[in-house]
């Protein structure tokens, strides 16, 4: 028996067709109905107007699209002679706004998505409160836009640099935002301070904390066995270059290097309804993104042990994204310390329209890595392409080559596969771009 499921609380909306039997998930395709248009959109504009265009792509995203063009135009510089230099403070103050989008999406999955799902499936409810998450994102979003001038939409990332020139006055409110996100973080979310969460090394020491909305998720997972569901293809990758995670691509927890060139795309196969999403592929093969495969590419301690224990189950997936929330944190404390306001904000680059180039820009998003193409003659766009993290996770392929959503989804009940399907943290608005 086919039934649809329409997925809404999230970015955008999806249909999931479920092909049930004897109660449990034979098979299921994704569908994305809304198209959006912006790749074609670009063409024939100045190749600068993309930095203005792009973030709009997603209401939550936005930065991390605004970097993959900024580096795309950037890497067409490069290809065209002109290399692009970037100094450590330009790179950190990008860094750590870039961060500041993912802690605030996680944030809001959090307590927007997860526990209210979550809580569906438990005969011991967990406490609802989504104005948590909108408070912790408020917070992060604040301190993007003391250096990004607003979120979202912001354009102040350029190629060369960013146009903001932050005095020690805004390093020091930037920190006090974090300071107070972090606080935030340990009283209301963990019940211990972030130093301890995140020294924690196996599932046990949560037993040290008495009581807490992240151990009552971590408890509600066990007790819906979720270590025991929503397993995909033990694989991972991790595509976008950055200094908070590595480059890679892992089957189960061996490390191999990775190529952008062997990237590619392919049609949905999606029967019972039209969609404008398309697969992402890494060699021919289906890959989970976001902060497991992130987690996991850094060898976080805990989250290695989780994987040891319940591989990449929901329950991993929904615990490596918490431990993401701490672990950034703590990583943005360091990059606002190491800010040298003296140094140049942006270093003067050719006009763009001496330059003929393709250029490529790779982003570590909150859900995974997220590509940016550009084609450009004498400064005019001629082709523009967009590659992003659902596109990876939550593609809709066939029954004997199912993508990581799929797979995990199949032999679980209906409820249980909507909640895994959640685990992925679906964004319909980006991946229909």
Not at 204 to 219: A, G, L, P, Q
Not at 376 to 391: A, D, E, L, R, S
């Amino acid at each position: 028996m086919i039934t649809r499921e329409l997925i809404e609380r999230i970015e955008g909306e999806a249909s999931v067709h479920f092909d049930i039997k004897d109660k449990k998930v034979d098979f299921a395709t994704v569908s994305f109905p809304h198209f959006r248009g912006m790749e074609s959109m670009l063409e024939g504009k100045n190749a600068l107007d993309a930095l203005v265009i792009t973030p709009r792509v997603c209401g939550i995203c936005g930065h991390a699209h605004l970097m993959a063009t900024v580096r795309a135009i950037e890497d067409a510089y490069k290809n065209a002679g002109h290399e692009v230099l970037l100094s450590d403070k330009s790179k950190k103050i990008r860094e750590f706004t870039l961060i500041m989008e993912m802690i605030q999406n996680h944030f809001k999955w959090l307590y927007m998505v997860i526990i209210p799902e979550l809580s569906k499936l438990t005969n011991t409810p967990l406490e609802i409160k989504p104005l948590k998450g909108a408070y912790a994102a408020s917070l992060a979003s604040k301190a993007i836009a003391l250096f990004g001038g607003q979120w979202p939409h912001s354009s102040y990332m350029i190629p060369g640099g960013v146009t903001c020139d932050p005095t020690y006055l805004d390093i020091l409110q930037a920190q006090n935002y974090l300071s107070e996100l972090i606080a935030f973080f340990e009283k209301e979310s963990l019940g211990v301070n972030l130093d301890k969460f995140l020294s924690f090394e196996s599932c046990k020491d949560f037993n040290e904390v008495v009581d807490s909305d992240i151990v009552r998720v971590e408890r509600t997972l066990i007790e819906t066995q979720m270590n025991q569901k929503g397993f995909a293809h033990d694989k991972f990758l991790v595509i976008g270059e950055h200094d908070f995670t590595n480059v890679a691509k892992l089957k189960q927890t061996r490390a191999f290097g990775v190529d952008s060139r062997y990237i590619s795309t392919e049609d949905a196969y999606s029967p019972n309804e039209s969609t404008y999403a398309k697969n992402a592929l890494y060699k021919d093969e289906y890959y989970e993104t976001g902060p497991l495969s992130r987690m996991m590419s850094i060898s976080f301690p805990i989250i290695k042990n989780m994987h040891r224990r319940y591989k990449d189950s929901a329950y991993s997936r929904v615990m490596a994204r918490i431990f993401e929330i701490g672990y950034m944190l703590n990583y943005s404390k360091e990059l606002l310390q190491d800010i040298d306001i003296s140094q140049v904000s942006v270093n003067t680059t050719q006009n763009i329209k001496k330059i003929t180039a393709s250029g490529l820009g790779i982003v570590e998003a909150p859900r995974g890595p997220l590509l940016h193409t550009i084609d450009i003659k004498q400064g005019v766009i001629q082709n523009y392409k967009i590659i992003t993290p659902t596109q990876f996770n939550i593609g809709s392929s066939t029954k004997a080559k199912p993508t990581p959503v799929q797979k995990a989804m199949m032999a679980a009940s209906k409820e249980d596969a909507l909640f895994i399907f959640r685990t992925f943290d679906v964004c319909s608005v980006c991946t229909t771009h």
